[in-house]
């Protein structure tokens, strides 16, 4: 079994921390080490370190390196530029089948989700092994345990074997009336973004679900079989369509499963997100500073200063060097249309 871990994204909403230079996946805001380095340590011993592979844009190699330093080199996949997952992995898949055999199950993962439970999540890795020995396009589901309006969910049809379920489908982000009814139901699953499948399997749904994709890696492995692994392959890549291997793939698929989990996941997709999964005081606040609070609760305050907080309720107030956010907690999803601002305004110094 081989394990891909997706490292290249920018975080945007974990501004002001989370910068172009410095992302959220190369940050310890859970704990000493970073989110790329707790995801790689899950793994052990089960995955060796030479059968993990990091996917990550050629401007984070360095970093890359530089947090995993025991990862071989040629272990780093690069993506000229950001396309999305399907793009990425597709990449990434022509890449691992020059190495291994057709046959071999791999693993993908993001590098910035949390899970508590790691003996479960390793146990749960041997299930989707199973099932992606028979062809499967295998996904994860997290087992709800609130209607969540922020995920995308999978509907669980048939059991086929313990622990797997066919596949029914898949369903965009509910509003609060659907994701109750959802988590009511039983049956439905939220979408981890996790995946396995067999080298073979997927390259055989890029060639009928996205031709236009599997043309263009066709066209890479051409220019890295002239040219060498690290040759410039950014033109052939800029012809990639934009799009999620979930819309472009797993929801037209006809062999996929669901393998139901529940290990302590969280894809710590906002502030409020790690205020969620955090060590509360006696007054719900999460205050990672020197502080002192006046009739203030359920606040998340990340700073390098003393703080003081004075009747101050459900705030995020994050301090870098440079940047001040200031939000309040429901609303910290949007922190990423400040950074869309900021872009737009040229404000480079700030990205």
């Given at each position: 079994?081989?394990?891909?871990?997706?490292?290249?994204?920018?975080?945007?909403?974990?501004?002001?921390?989370?910068?172009?230079?410095?992302?959220?996946?190369?940050?310890?805001?859970?704990?000493?080490?970073?989110?790329?380095?707790?995801t790689v340590k899950r793994l052990h011993p089960k995955?060796?370190?030479?059968?993990?592979?990091?996917?990550?844009?050629?401007?984070?190699?360095?970093?890359?390196?530089?947090?995993?330093?025991?990862?071989?080199?040629?272990?780093?996949i690069i993506e000229p530029f950001g396309m999305n997952?399907?793009?990425?992995?597709?990449?990434?898949?022509?890449?691992?089948?020059?190495?291994?055999?057709?046959?071999?199950?791999?693993?993908?993962?993001?590098?910035?989700?949390?899970?508590?439970?790691?003996?479960?999540?390793?146990?749960?890795?041997?299930?989707?092994?199973?099932?992606?020995?028979?062809?499967?396009?295998?996904?994860?589901?997290?087992?709800?345990?609130?209607?969540?309006?922020?995920?995308?969910?999978?509907?669980?049809?048939?059991?086929?074997?313990?622990?797997?379920?066919?596949?029914?489908?898949?369903?965009?982000?509910?509003?609060?009336?659907?994701?109750?009814?959802?988590?009511?139901?039983?049956?439905?699953?939220?979408?981890?973004?996790?995946?396995?499948?067999?080298?073979?399997?997927?390259?055989?749904?890029?060639?009928?679900?996205?031709?236009?994709?599997?043309?263009?890696?066709?066209?890479?492995?051409?220019?890295?079989?002239?040219?060498?692994?690290?040759?410039?392959?950014?033109?052939?890549?800029?012809?990639?369509?934009?799009?999620?291997?979930?819309?472009?793939?797993?929801?037209?698929?006809?062999?996929?499963?669901?393998?139901?989990?529940?290990?302590?996941?969280?894809?710590?997709?906002?502030?409020?997100?790690?205020?969620?999964?955090?060590?509360?005081?006696?007054?719900?606040?999460?205050?990672?500073?020197?502080?002192?609070?006046?009739?203030?609760?359920?606040?998340?305050?990340?700073?390098?200063?003393?703080?003081?907080?004075?009747?101050?309720?459900?705030?995020?107030?994050?301090?870098?060097?440079?940047?001040?956010?200031?939000?309040?907690?429901?609303?910290?999803?949007?922190?990423?249309?400040?950074?869309?601002?900021?872009?737009?305004?040229?404000?480079?110094?700030?990205?």
């Open positions: 079994m081989i394990v891909l871990i997706m490292a290249g994204g920018v975080g945007t909403r974990f501004w002001p921390l989370s910068r172009e230079s410095n992302p959220k996946q190369f940050l310890n805001i859970i704990s000493e080490d970073s989110m790329l380095q707790m995955i060796r370190i030479e059968d993990i592979y990091i996917v990550t844009a050629e401007s984070q190699t360095e970093l890359t390196r530089k947090h995993l330093p025991c990862l071989p080199e040629e272990n780093i997952t399907a793009p990425c992995i597709a990449l990434s898949v022509q890449y691992l089948a020059r190495k291994y055999t057709k046959n071999e199950k791999m693993v993908v993962l993001p590098a910035d989700h949390l899970i508590a439970l790691k003996d479960d999540f390793l146990a749960s890795l041997d299930t989707g092994e199973m099932a992606a020995e028979k062809d499967n396009l295998v996904t994860f589901g997290i087992k709800p345990n609130y209607p969540a309006t922020g995920y995308g969910y999978i509907e669980a049809g048939k059991e086929i074997e313990k622990g797997m379920f066919n596949v029914k489908q898949f369903k965009e982000k509910p509003d609060l009336k659907t994701a109750k009814h959802f988590l009511s139901s039983g049956n439905f699953y939220w979408n981890s973004g996790m995946f396995m499948w067999k080298i073979e399997t997927i390259l055989d749904a890029y060639k009928e679900y996205l031709p236009k994709v599997a043309q263009v890696v066709e066209k890479i492995n051409a220019r890295w079989n002239e040219d060498g692994l690290k040759a410039d392959i950014s033109s052939e890549y800029a012809l990639m369509p934009k799009i999620p291997v979930d819309i472009g793939i797993m929801e037209q698929a006809e062999k996929r499963v669901v393998i139901p989990v529940d290990y302590g996941w969280n894809d710590v997709g906002s502030w409020k997100a790690l205020y969620d999964i955090s060590l509360k005081d006696e007054n719900n606040n999460v205050i990672n500073c020197e502080n002192q609070t006046i009739d203030s609760n359920n606040n998340y305050v990340n700073s390098k200063k003393f703080v003081a907080l004075i009747g101050i309720d459900d705030l995020v107030v994050v301090e870098s060097d440079d940047a001040l956010l200031i939000a309040k907690k429901e609303r910290s999803e949007d922190v990423k249309a400040i950074v869309e601002k900021l872009k737009k305004d040229g404000k480079i110094e700030l990205l």
